[in-house]
């Protein structure tokens, strides 16, 4: 008898063989799809549905995907998440056309072409003291109600429903991005080499900020969550971003702080999203409590040797991820997408612990053949009882 998505989910991150390799896609921003090609994926499967926004937020451009495109993308996962307050959504509704869009924390986007932004606003782009942090007029109210007034009763539905495992998502910028957001990645990262009291001063606010919202979210869906998702981007297509010396000395603490701060609040697994080439640090993501690693972007360094990533860490910490979306998404034929996820779940499958997921967002550059190839190939791969019939009757 088939497993319910949730028992898939949970049976996997029991480091067990469910009845197929979960997909988790569409849950968070981290595990989204762009507008552009979930319009094509409705149009495909012949879905009628509105173009939502994921937290009510257009420019970040991804879609809030509608409970039937979820069920055709075979989705194991569904997503409770926060929203920013509704004076700050409302103020940038009514902006002028093609303005900066600012958040609570007073960074933001600038549209670089039209319907295209990046992060442009840092609110502290020359501060270099503590007393300058704490000067900062902009510090957003996490205690404001509009931003988590909705989280329980869906979280709620949601657990009445027990069908799909229920992934909490705040949209929190975490210490290290935040930081970049906040003063821009280049500065940043110099005052982290140059003034590292100055940069721990200000990491150290911000997760203070973020923990104040984390507690009363983590409050409102008290037993009704299986996992949390959190992250900080550390690396590049080929290395860190920073030694994992100075990791370990300044940015560890907090994320361990951090993650010990929601397991004391709840029974839920910690989901980590973090780029790159991030080899170096799994051994202490697992020293620090985190449960499932995202995304496993298979391009950046040794992240791509995905028979040692399952050899040595397999046992201790879920992966989650593994399809690229670099190449194979965006430029590969359907059948290529099926047999690249085939191998993946060949490799990172076995005595499961492995959620397949793309390497991050699904971008408008992705044909939604392609995603359809890519959670079908799951249905046809990831069986794991075929995969031992298919294995005995090759041997």
Not at 186 to 208: G, W
Not at 253 to 277: E, L
Request: charged share 25%; glycine share 8%.
């Amino acid at each position: 008898m088939p497993m319910t998505p949730k028992e898939r989910v949970l049976t996997t991150l029991n480091h067990q063989e469910p009845d197929r390799v979960p997909i988790i896609i569409g849950v968070s921003n981290a595990t989204g799809i762009k507008m552009k090609t979930c319009q094509g994926i409705k149009e495909l499967a012949g879905i009628e549905a509105p173009d939502e926004y994921i937290y009510q937020w257009p420019e970040l451009g991804t879609a809030k995907i509608d409970e039937a495109t979820m069920q055709r993308l075979r989705s194991d996962a569904r997503g409770v998440r926060d929203l920013e307050p509704a004076s700050t959504l409302e103020r940038n509704r009514e902006r002028e056309p093609h303005s900066p869009c600012i958040d609570s924390w007073g960074s933001g986007q600038k549209e670089v072409e039209p319907g295209q932004w990046y992060p442009g606003i840092h609110p502290l782009p020359d501060a270099t003291t503590i007393e300058e942090i704490e000067a900062y007029p902009g510090w957003p109210d996490m205690s404001d109600p509009t931003r988590i007034a909705h989280v329980q009763s869906q979280a709620q539905a949601l657990a009445q429903e027990n069908q799909y495992a229920i992934m909490a998502t705040p949209w929190l910028l975490f210490p290290l991005e935040r930081a970049f957001a906040m003063q821009g990645m280049d500065v940043f990262l110099l005052n982290l080499a140059m003034r590292p009291n100055f940069a721990k001063a200000l990491l150290e606010k911000i997760a203070q900020k973020c923990k104040e919202l984390m507690g009363p979210f983590l409050a409102a869906l008290g037993e009704n969550v299986d996992i949390i998702k959190i992250g900080d981007d550390l690396g590049t297509q080929e290395s860190l971003l920073m030694s994992p010396a100075m990791y370990r000395e300044i940015l560890k603490p907090i994320h361990a702080d951090f993650i010990d701060f929601i397991k004391k609040r709840t029974a839920a697994k910690v989901f980590f999203h973090t780029d790159g080439d991030v080899f170096p640090l799994i051994e202490d993501f697992i020293e620090i409590g985190v449960d499932i690693l995202n995304p496993i972007q298979t391009s950046a360094g040794r992240m791509s040797n995905l028979r040692e990533l399952k050899t040595r860490f397999g046992d201790d910490i879920v992966l989650c991820g593994g399809i690229d979306t670099q190449r194979i998404l965006p430029e590969g034929t359907p059948d290529q997408v099926r047999q690249e996820v085939r191998r993946v779940i060949d490799i990172l499958g076995p005595g499961g612990g492995y959620l397949v997921s793309s390497v991050h967002t699904i971008m408008n550059d992705v044909p939604p053949e392609n995603v359809l190839a890519m959670v079908d190939a799951v249905e046809e791969f990831g069986c794991y009882k075929k995969q031992r019939h298919i294995a005995k009757s090759t041997n």
